[in-house]
T-cell receptor, first 111, second 112 residues
Framework: QKEVEQDPGPLSVPEGAIVSLNCTYSNSAFQYFMWYRQYSRKGPELLMYTYSSGNKEDGRFTAQVDKSSKYISLFIRDSQPSDSATYLCAIHGGSQGNLIFGKGTKLSVKP | DAGITQSPRHKVTETGTPVTLRCHQTENHRYMYWYRQDPGHGLRLIHYSYGVKDTDKGEVSDGYSVSRSKTEDFLLTLESATSSQTSVYFC???????????FGSGTQLSVL
């Protein structure tokens, strides 16, 4: 079993839709959970960071962590065409060099 | 891109030739990383550095070496490039916490 699983999509939604992106992980020792956004031909940029179970909100974005189920989610409200990108989940085990990325979900928001 | 410059941005080379990619940062961050990104594999760590002359291997380090002689520069060398090393290479930096990475714009490397 892969340590981090992420559905690659692609996912296509109309503008204004609520988007749900998800990852599962296998190692309960993982402590920190992140979402990165990557536009085409660009490097990933950190979008959300959390280290506990529950929700963290930043504008239209909400990151949710359920450690009991080993499941993390990113919700995007009122999605915009500018949200079209690949979204990568990333999970850190607490020691240096132990950051694992999901393969990314490609999202397209249609006007 | 948070004061990170990767060079070159694109490179085409032949199998068996040495290749060096450069990452330069102006943020004075302690930690620097080299990742490769491939379809179906996502981002994978090649090597990282936790200080000048201090480096360690990542998940896919075979065929790669690194050097860091100054805080601001981290070099990735392919001693003898192979076609399997065709990829997009990203440099990343972080301050105290590894999980908050800042990435460069990437280098597209093609090995023919």
């Amino acid at each position: 079993q892969k340590e981090v699983e992420q559905d690659p999509g692609p996912l296509s939604v109309p503008e204004g839709a609520i988007v749900s992106l998800n990852c599962t992980y296998s190692n309960s020792a993982f402590q920190y959970f992140m979402w990165y956004r990557q536009y085409s031909r660009k490097g990933p940029e950190l979008l959300m960071y959390t280290y506990s179970s529950g929700n963290k909100e930043d504008g239209r974005f909400t990151a949710q962590v359920d450690k009991s189920s080993k499941y993390i989610s990113l919700f995007i409200r009122d999605s915009q065409p500018s949200d079209s990108a690949t979204y990568l989940c990333a999970i850190h085990g607490g020691s240096q060099g132990n950051l694992i990325f999901g393969k990314g979900t490609k999202l397209s928001v249609k006007p | 891109d948070a004061g990170i410059t990767q060079s070159p941005r694109h490179k085409v080379t032949e199998t068996g030739t040495p290749v060096t990619l450069r990452c330069h940062q102006t943020e004075n961050h302690r930690y620097m990383y080299w990742y490769r990104q491939d379809p179906g594999h996502g981002l994978r760590l090649i090597h990282y550095s936790y200080g000048v002359k201090d480096t360690d291997k990542g998940e896919v380090s075979d065929g790669y070496s690194v050097s860091r002689s100054k805080t601001e520069d981290f070099l990735l060398t392919l001693e003898s490039a192979t076609s399997s090393q065709t990829s997009v290479y990203f440099c990343a930096i972080s301050g105290i916490k590894e999980e908050k990475l800042f990435f460069g714009s990437g280098t597209q490397l093609s090995v023919l």
